[in-house]
């Protein structure tokens, strides 16, 4: 049998399978500081990020591009927190917002959350906190101790109130970690030193304590072994015991010996400490007692953080294989585990009752009868309270406390409990009921009251209804608390608190009958009734029918509170709420016309009936609102002609609302009724709405009624906003005739829009008095000269020196050409031009007068202008014109003038003449227009000249363009004269570049040999040779050697490296070897004539070690590599050592490289020279020089040179050189090549490497040196990660049998782990079938038993498949596995233990069903095991339906005793088949849930007689008495019947007995009768039946004890009427009240005072609670 689980174990998560790399798996880059997040840093390459895992999804995790060195997550919020560097961060996730940011003074080596607004920050020396509200920044808490200087911190933790503060740290010393704790009291300031590895602190009330005692535990594993230690810090509270210290030792199993503990969290619920160890042990303790409840290991792998799992109030945390796993309490379990197999059932009761847990039943109903019949009431009503699941808190309870005597001088039994549930707990259901009754008949309405508001009652109806007799308010809030909706709303009505009725309904989801209710209301408070009915509409749709509430309103003519009522309904404006909007207007327009108005007015509602309120607002004289809602014309006309009753702003607003026809219509009848009254209004709509209703039909309107005021009025209004031609010209015509002149002025100003011919027109017809409009228009629109001509022509000479003068002295030009057209004088012409000084442009002046020929009348004006100092140049372009035209010495003008424009007078030079153009251009700098009149003219020498004098690169390539047909006359002109007569080296600069930009490299080698070879002042210019040569060498190749011999003054090396460029080579190696540069000299030779041996030559005869230098490394990249080496031997160079050993390595030529690299080291103390050489001695096999060199000292890379040997093959230089540097790993892989097995082995364990142990071990099962083999193989299997391949290479190449025997040593190993056993486990499957259950029963706990599962299950072994399936708690498979195959895995006693824990109920049924196949007779002992799990119903429906009942009869018997109707019924059929009378009755007798009058009526027809009296017991249980009787008469059952009748307490059917009893002369029958119903019987009836049937003697006894009877009843009268009128004076004398408080308030010590209320002690509490009434008879 499987043992009871204590815990449960659940895997949430696998973090590798959402995409976590498992090299981030750690402490260092895993964060969960509670069970609802984990964070984890992730790196791959050069790209960082972070992962936070939701545990509610934890499928999809949140990846974010975040680079950090930590980052840790709120413990209840998306709150995350980064620190990178001394830089830490704080950011709210779902709202993309920087919450806080801080850069701290010190490294923060660690970090946590120790609340949801509140990080711990540590540094090397000190704990800070730094609070997220506002900006606080880190606020010091304390130092570190000095015990915890160079620690690991690995936690930090606080109590609940942050009062005590812990921070945890480990070390390694002495080959252990050592834990170190520093406990600080805030309060007090003070550090304490502890050494522990885990701690914990958790509030934990103890029993008989109010307030919880703050408890910390830690624990601690040194040398002298592990201990768990729990205190109480801080004082204890008032009121509370000190909790005792406990100690206790920690068990650590002895392959574990450096496990040490590395977690510890807390429950608080449960009152318990969850431990876990770095080997993945969980230890599980009380608090109270500090005793160890469970141990095991839950992973095989180290769990490095953890949190309190909230949901199961246990922890979770992770593992180094990313496990996300919980552990909690099993509450179904763990009380029974501590009572079955810990054998402590003190623990189980305090963890039962602390915990409120099931499992300790029995153990409190036996303790409970025991007090209760020991008379220790008061501790048994304690376990009565504190018994879990209220499993003694039943009326049956109650009723036992209610039965016992109360002891002298104490409480009853019955409050002595009451008062214990009211101390500890809420009272159910009937414990308040019988609470409840004695305290309302003593009035103590306030205890219930206050036992209500501190929830220590459970309300219900029938309570409410027990209270409602006394108090209905407390009855309300009974109600209320028991959600009694019918009752709420009554006791609302009774108490008038109507508001509450609507809120409360709507709260519960109840619906009363709302117009009721109102009306009551309404009867009783208007205003509360209006308010109620507010309230009914507030909701949509409405909790009433709003027109039954406006009749509610009107039944009472409350048409103010019904319009208030009916605003606040209908504010939703609803399409199906219209009837009701027109009857609110309605009744207000005829009682209340200003409040219609007001209605009206705000808009509310548009759903009404217009054309019928339309008619009410007009009768109304609310004419406005007529108007609004009228829509027919004649109806608008009649009204809208009263402009009187309305407001203008209104009125001009409501023509926006008619049509164009409409609008036009309304005002035409306006002005018909009264033009001057309405005239304004008018034209304000006009104005407004002109551009719907058109600017033409408005102007036509105006018109007909003859009213330009108004015409002029609206035009006037929209003039200044119209674009319309035809609207300006209108209202100058209508300005003009109602003389607005300045109007007339202004807008022929201003305006744009007027057609200015049209206007022009109308203004010369208008004959205005002034001219000034027509001045302004013509002026506007260039009509100067028909204004010049209209003026001078109607004698109005003074207007046009008015315009020129006033207006726009601009135009003169313009009215002295016009002036000049119509022959007016010179001397008026002249004076005007004189009267306007300065004010008009000189150049159109200048153009009119030209245009006519008579420039020379402007020159006296002219001349003096320049005399005045004018510099305008169209004053001086006019006097050169003037000058040229006279030929006044005018080439002296353009040279001297400095204000005329060039451009202008060179032009118009050009065809008069173009030397004066020439000189009008350079003076003006008009370069091209300067060459296209030398071009045009063949002026090449003017050019040439200025073109040199010019410097302008820009002018030269445009004159030097191949495009250009005048280019070479040009080129000669400025060799043979420009350039001979310069002598500023700058022009001859500027030319050169000139030439050489243009590409005219043949011109340029005649112009530079005309200055350089030629003897002249620039014949040594070194730029200039410089600039011959390189010409040369583009244009003419075959004259660059003449021109390097001759000149001497050149740049020699950048000459030559441009010939080279160019690809002439010999012309480079003269100038370099002319000038003794030797090096370049040979690169010409090597790199561009490729000929090496004219290389060699020159380098034997020059003898320069550069010389030789690049000779080598020419050879050296032609492939001569020994010549290569000779020459770098010659020049004394190491300096290309890397070439010369990647030459001599690609052409093996190790000895060369040799020599070389000896050379070379004399030189250069490089590593790689010192490596090469080494590995050249390996290359040639000179093992000797090779010993020798790496045993002196020397800098030589040895290992990477043996990793090459090893690559190469060259395996016994690779072993000198790997013993050299003791790498025993390819020290091993060596010799494993060498064949060296054993050798290999030794170095293998030198170097305790797994990949070598791998090498070596393979290699040796390749050789088949198995026993080698398990040497290796044993050190390869202790690592979970590598077990798999190894046993892939084992099982490919066939080696089972040493495959398993290596795995079979293995187990025994210290680090043997899960994945050895699993896979062992898995190969017995597969090779070794036998020794597979053995193998399981001893490890099942330490294989994957999931993975061995399927083995098993592959390899069909049945028993093996069960085995694991039980051991896994997979109960279900276990069975099916068990029921598919009963001949290979069947075992009655593990099916029975198994069948009892599977989750699916049906197995039950299936099982049922495979025993009756397979083992009916063990079909009872099945049944028995699953009695408490079954649905009897439906398994004796089963067994019925397949005919089986009888095969299972035990089993039916011992589940009658829940007393099911089926059951009942099946065993009662079965009795009567069998006819077994006398069980029938027991079963009957005992349970009583069937049809009771089927089985009668079945049995009263029965053969047998004692069923026929069976079914008359069965009608006298069911009230039938009179079938009874005249059954048992039939079968003459005479006591039977008697008994019945007697029970019936019917006078009738015992009569009628009697009666039958004498008609059948069974005297002695009747005699009997007298006797058993002798309460029922009249005593005159039997006197009578005995006279007449003459058996007076057998009816005498009965009338004797008649007699008697009625003598000791008067008796017994007179002594009580004494004894009343003894009480009666008595009482008389006594106070009718007592004052004495109520036993229940005084707690279970409390003792009454005798005599209460009149009665003796002893006698109260049963009178007290007899049937839940107070008094006695």
């Not at 406006?550 to 199906?576: G, R, W, Y």
């Not at 016309?593 to 019928?612: C, E, K, S, W």
């Amino acid at each position: 049998m499987a043992q009871v689980m204590p815990i449960r174990f659940q895997e949430h998560l696998q973090l590798t399978n959402i995409g976590i790399n498992s090299a981030n798996i750690g402490f260092s880059m895993i964060t969960m500081e509670s069970d609802k997040f984990i964070c984890i840093r992730e790196k791959n390459g050069d790209q960082s990020q972070v992962v936070i895992v939701d545990m509610a999804d934890p499928n999809n995790p949140l990846r974010r591009p975040i680079s950090a060195d930590s980052a840790i997550m709120n413990p209840s919020s998306k709150v995350i927190a980064l620190k990178a560097g001394r830089t830490l961060q704080i950011f709210n996730l779902e709202m993309k917002s920087k919450v806080k940011a801080h850069v701290s003074n010190e490294d923060v080596i660690f970090w946590k959350w120790i609340s949801v607004n509140t990080i711990a920050l540590i540094t090397e020396n000190t704990v800070y906190h730094w609070p997220m509200e506002g900006d606080a920044l880190p606020q010091k808490v304390f130092d570190r101790h000095s015990t915890l200087k160079g620690c690991q911190i690995i936690n930090y933790r606080t109590d609940e109130a942050m009062k005590w503060l812990l921070l945890v740290g480990i070390s390694a010393q002495q080959q252990r970690v050592v834990g170190a704790m520093q406990l600080y009291s805030v309060d007090r300031n003070v550090s304490q030193p502890i050494e522990g590895h885990a701690a914990a602190f958790v509030p934990f009330t103890m029993e008989g304590n109010k307030s919880p005692s703050n408890i910390f535990a830690f624990s601690v594993r040194n040398q002298t072994g592990g201990k768990l230690h729990i205190i109480e810090v801080g004082a204890p509270a008032e009121g509370n015991s000190n909790f005792a210290k406990k100690t206790v030792d920690v068990f650590f199993p002895a392959e574990a010996p450096n496990d040490f503990p590395v977690a510890m969290q807390a429950s608080k619920e449960h009152g318990l400490l969850y431990m876990i160890t770095k080997y993945g042990y969980i230890h599980l303790y009380d608090i109270e007692s500090g005793t160890c409840i469970y141990m095991n290991r839950i992973s095989g792998d180290t769990i490095f953080v953890t949190a309190p799992h909230e949901a199961s109030n246990g922890i979770v945390g992770v593992n180094r294989k990313g496990q996300v796993l919980s552990v909690s309490i099993d509450e179904d379990t763990i009380v029974s585990y501590i009572t079955n197999q810990l054998k402590n059932p003190e623990l189980a009761l305090k963890i039962s009752v602390r915990c409120n847990l099931a499992g300790a039943e029995e153990l409190f109903v036996r303790r409970f009868n025991m007090l209760f019949g020991q008379g220790q009431y008061s501790e048994a009503a304690k376990v009565a309270a504190s018994a879990p699941k209220g499993i003694l808190r039943t009326p049956q309870t109650i009723q036992r406390f209610q039965q016992c005597p109360a002891q002298p001088g104490q409480a009853s039994p019955l409050l002595q409990y009451f008062s214990i549930l009211l101390e500890t707990s809420q009272l159910n259901k009937a414990e308040s009921l019988e609470l409840a009754r004695p305290v309302l008949q003593q009035g103590r309405n306030q205890l219930l009251e206050k036992w209500l508001v501190e929830g220590k009652l459970e309300c219900s109806e029938e309570l409410g209804d027990l209270i409602k007799a006394h108090d209905s308010t407390l009855a309300l809030s009974v109600y209320l608390r028991a959600n009694i909706p019918q009752k709420v709303i009554i006791c609302f009505a009774e108490t008038n608190q109507f508001q509450k009725i609507v809120l409360y309904a709507k709260k519960v989801s109840y619906t009363p009958d709302y117009i009721f209710l109102l009306r009551n209301v309404m009867r009783g408070n208007v205003e509360n009734g209006a308010s109620f009915a507010g309230m009914l509409v507030q909701d949509d749709p409405p909790l009433a029918d709003i027109e039954s509430i406006t009749n509610v309103f009107m039944e009472q003519n409350l048409i103010p509170q019904c319009t208030s009522f009916l605003l606040d309904a209908l504010k939703h404006n609803k399409p199906e709420e219209g009837h009701l909007q027109t009857r609110l207007l309605e009744m207000n327009l005829m009682s209340a016309p200003q409040v219609a108005d007001a209605i009206l007015g705000n808009q509310m509602f548009t759903h009404y009936d217009r054309a019928h309120i339309a008619q009410l607002c007009e009768q109304a004289q609310l004419l406005q609102r007529a108007l609004e809602h009228y829509t027919d014309i004649f109806d608008i006309k009649r009204a809208i002609v009263h402009t009187h009753l309305l407001k203008p702003e209104w009125l001009v607003e409501y023509f926006g609302s008619l049509s164009v026809d409409d609008s036009l219509e309304c005002l035409k009848a306006m002005l018909t009724a009264n033009l001057r009254q309405n005239l304004q209004i008018c034209v304000q709509v006009a104005g407004k709405y002109h551009e719907q209703l058109g600017t033409t039909k408005l102007i036509e309107l105006f018109e007909s009624f003859k009213s330009f005021e108004g015409l002029f009025y609206f035009l006037g209004s929209i003039v200044n906003f119209s674009q319309e031609a035809e609207v300006h010209f209108r209202y100058i015509q209508a300005a003009c005739k109602t003389g607005q002149i300045k109007e007339v002025e202004r807008i022929c100003r201003e305006s744009s829009c007027y057609d200015p011919e049209r206007v022009k027109n109308f203004l010369k017809e208008a004959k205005l008095a002034d001219q000034l409009p027509l001045i302004i228009v013509c002026d506007r629109f260039n009509f100067v000269h028909d204004l010049v001509m209209y003026l001078y022509k109607n004698n109005l000479q003074k207007y046009i020196e008015i315009y020129v003068q006033k207006v726009n002295p601009s135009r003169l030009p313009a009215v002295v050409g016009g002036l000049l057209d119509v022959d007016c004088s010179e001397d008026i012409v002249k004076n005007l031009i004189l009267t306007v000084r300065g004010q008009f442009s000189t150049d159109e002046l200048v153009e009119e007068v030209e245009k006519r020929n008579r420039l020379k009348l402007l020159m006296p004006w002219l001349e003096g202008r320049v005399h005045e100092g004018v510099n305008e140049p169209a004053t001086h372009n006019a006097l050169a014109k003037i000058y040229i035209d006279s030929n006044n010495n005018p080439e002296r003008f353009l040279r001297e003038n400095q204000f005329y424009d060039s451009e202008v007078i060179g032009k118009y030079c050009e065809k008069r003449d173009p030397h004066l153009a020439c000189v009008s251009y350079e003076r003006g700098g008009c370069d091209m227009e300067l060459i296209r009149v030398c071009n045009a003219n063949s002026l090449f020498k003017y050019a040439a000249r200025h073109l040199v004098r010019k410097r302008d690169q820009a002018l030269w390539e445009h004159v030097l363009n191949p495009e250009n047909t005048f280019r070479r006359p040009l080129i000669d002109q400025v060799v043979q004269t420009a350039l001979s007569e310069t002598q500023d080296a700058d022009d001859v600069s500027t030319t050169v570049r000139a030439f050489m930009a243009a590409d005219l490299p043949n011109e340029l080698i005649e112009l530079l040999e005309k200055i350089v070879l030629e003897n002249s002042v620039f014949s040594d210019h070194r730029n200039l040779q410089n600039l011959l040569i390189l010409t040369a060498v583009k244009a003419d190749p075959t004259r660059v050697m003449e021109y390097i011999t001759r000149l001497d003054n050149y740049d020699a090396p950048d000459i030559a490296n441009i010939a080279i460029t160019n690809q002439l080579f010999e012309e480079a190696f003269a100038i370099f070897k002319k000038f003794d540069v030797n090096t370049s000299a040979v690169q010409v030779l090597i790199e561009h004539v490729k000929n090496l041996d004219r290389a060699y030559e020159f380098a034997e005869r020059c003898n320069d070690p550069t010389v030789w230098s690049e000779l080598a490394r020419a050879q050296l990249n032609s492939g001569a590599v020994k010549d290569a080496i000779d020459s770098f031997i010659k020049a004394d160079d190491p300096s290309a050592y890397l070439d010369v050993i990647e030459a001599a390595r690609a052409n093996d030529g190790y000895e060369d490289m040799v020599r070389y690299l000896q050379m070379a080291r004399k030189k250069a103390r490089e590593a790689i020279i010192e490596t090469e050489l080494v590995f050249a001695y390996a290359k040639v096999n000179r093992l000797a020089d090779l010993e020798e060199f790496i045993s002196s000292p020397n800098i030589a890379q040895i290992q990477q040179v043996g990793d090459r040997c090893y690559d190469e093959g060259l395996y016994e230089p690779a072993r000198i050189l790997y013993n050299n540097v003791s790498n025993y790993a390819r020290l091993a892989s060596t010799l494993v090549h060498l064949g060296e097995y054993q050798a290999a082995v030794d170095g293998a364990r030198k170097a305790n490497s797994t990949k070598t142990w791998k090498e070596v071990c393979f290699a040796c099962v390749e050789a088949g040196e198995f026993r080698m083999a398990q040497m290796c193989g044993l050190h390869i299997v202790v690592h979970a990660d590598e077990l798999e391949e190894l046993i892939n290479f084992y099982q490919s190449r066939g080696f089972f049998q040493e495959l398993i025997q290596l795995l079979e040593a293995a187990l025994g190993l210290e680090r043997a782990h899960m994945g050895m056993f699993t896979e062992l486990a898995i190969l017995y499957s597969k090779y070794n079938t036998p020794k597979m259950r053995e193998h399981l029963e001893l490890f099942w706990s330490r294989v994957n038993i999931p993975k061995v599962l399927r083995a098993a299950e592959q390899a069909h072994l049945w028993p093996e498949l069960v085995f694991l399936y039980d051991k896994y708690e997979e109960y279900d498979n276990a069975i099916q596995t068990m029921m598919a195959h009963p001949t290979q895995c069947w075992k009655e006693a593990m099916f029975k233990d198994i069948i009892t824990k599977v989750a699916n109920i049906e197995l039950y049924y299936k099982a049922l069903s495979h025993y009756l196949e397979y083992k009916p007779m063990l079909l009872n002992d099945l049944l028995l095991v699953l009695t408490p799990r079954l649905d009897h119903t439906r398994a004796v429906g089963y067994f019925q339906k397949v005919g089986q009942l009888s095969l299972v009869l035990p089993y039916v018997k011992s589940v009658q005793s829940h007393n099911n109707k089926v059951i009942n019924e099946s065993l009662n059929n079965s009795y009567i088949e069998n006819e077994d009378y006398d069980s029938l009755r027991e079963s009957i007798d005992s349970f009583n849930n069937f049809d009771n009058i089927a089985l009668a009526q079945r049995l009263e027809k029965h053969e047998l007689i004692e069923f026929r009296r069976i079914a008359a017991y069965l009608f006298k249980m069911n009230n039938r008495w009179k079938q009874a009787v005249e059954l048992c008469k039939k079968d003459k059952l005479y006591k039977d019947a008697m008994e019945y009748a007697a029970e019936s307490r019917n006078t009738e059917i015992s009569e009628d007995l009697m009666g039958w009893f004498l008609e059948n002369e069974n005297y002695e029958s009747f005699a009997a009768g007298t006797f058993v119903m002798y309460d029922m019987l009249r005593p005159d009836v039997i006197l009578e039946l005995g006279w007449r049937h003459n058996i007076m003697d057998f009816a005498m006894p009965y009338l004797i004890q008649c007699v008697r009877e009625y003598t000791l009843k008067v008796d017994k009268l007179e002594v009580s009427d004494e004894t009343r009128t003894k009480e009666a004076e008595t009482n008389n004398q006594q106070p009718l009240v007592l004052g004495e408080q109520l036993m229940i308030t005084s707690g279970p010590g409390y003792s009454p005072m005798p005599g209460m209320y009149g009665m003796p002690q002893q006698q109260m509490p049963q009178q007290l609670y007899n049937g839940g009434y107070v008094g006695t008879m």
